[in-house]
């Protein structure tokens, strides 16, 4: 009798597990994805920059869209990528940067060659550096620019 209603559990559930696949199709055949489908990733377009200048001792927040130019001091700064792990992975912050150093009170014909062109990672700041005399930049945060 035990052995029976075991078998007979066991052919239920394998009939409910079975039917599951097709009663989640008919509905997703009548009505609009779910939200999650909906949803596309939202790529990030901001980079949050922080900036030092060493003779002042004061620090700038910086907020530069990509392929924007931000001027920091004599420094240009361009952010060309920036991108940021989804919430469910650990966290992890990078960007590619190119800073180029304009020099003051002189015209220039052509663009200088750039003093830092690399990925910065907003966790290690150190690792990937601006090394500049006068100012130091490193990378907070990358964002949408709806938030």
Request: proline share 10%.
């Amino acid at each position: 009798m035990h052995r029976l209603l075991k078998r007979s559990a066991l052919t239920a559930g394998l009939l409910a597990v079975s039917l599951l696949p097709v009663q989640a199709q008919d509905a997703a055949e009548g009505e609009a994805p779910a939200p999650a489908e909906q949803a596309a990733p939202s790529v990030p377009d901001t980079a949050h920059l922080m900036g030092l200048n060493k003779i002042t001792a004061r620090t700038h927040p910086m907020r530069v869209g990509l392929d924007a130019p931000l001027r920091f001091g004599t420094l240009g700064i361009i952010v060309r990528a920036c991108e940021k792990a989804r919430p469910e992975d650990p966290p992890k912050t990078i960007a590619f940067l190119e800073i180029r150093e304009y020099p003051v009170n002189e015209n220039l014909e052509e663009e200088p060659e750039p003093i830092f062109s690399g990925w910065m990672l907003a966790s290690s700041p150190g690792l990937n550096a601006l090394e500049h005399p006068v100012y130091d930049v490193w990378l907070t945060d990358c964002s949408t620019s709806e938030g």
